[in-house]
């Protein structure tokens, strides 16, 4: 937890903007932030993660 909300916006803000994948999960392993990069990422390669997992649906597996 951050110290006040504004922290929380601002971290979340640049996790936004970084060009490296970024997920963010919680404790339950239920997925609470994907940035950008990563789901251009999976946009991409959907295709190709299909071949190896048949049921793989991108907005299913990162809440968009």
Do not use: H, W
Not at 9 to 28: F, G, K
Not at 41 to 59: C, G, N, P, S, T
Request: charged letters at 30%; proline letters at 5%.
């Amino acid at each position: 937890p951050f110290a006040t909300p504004q922290d929380s916006v601002m971290l979340r803000s640049v996790l936004e903007q970084l060009p490296v994948n970024i997920m963010l999960c919680d404790r339950d392993l239920n997925i609470t932030f994907v940035n950008r990069t990563l789901t251009a990422m999976l946009v991409q390669r959907e295709a190709q993660i299909r071949e190896e997992m048949r049921e793989y649906d991108r907005r299913k597996a990162t809440g968009g």
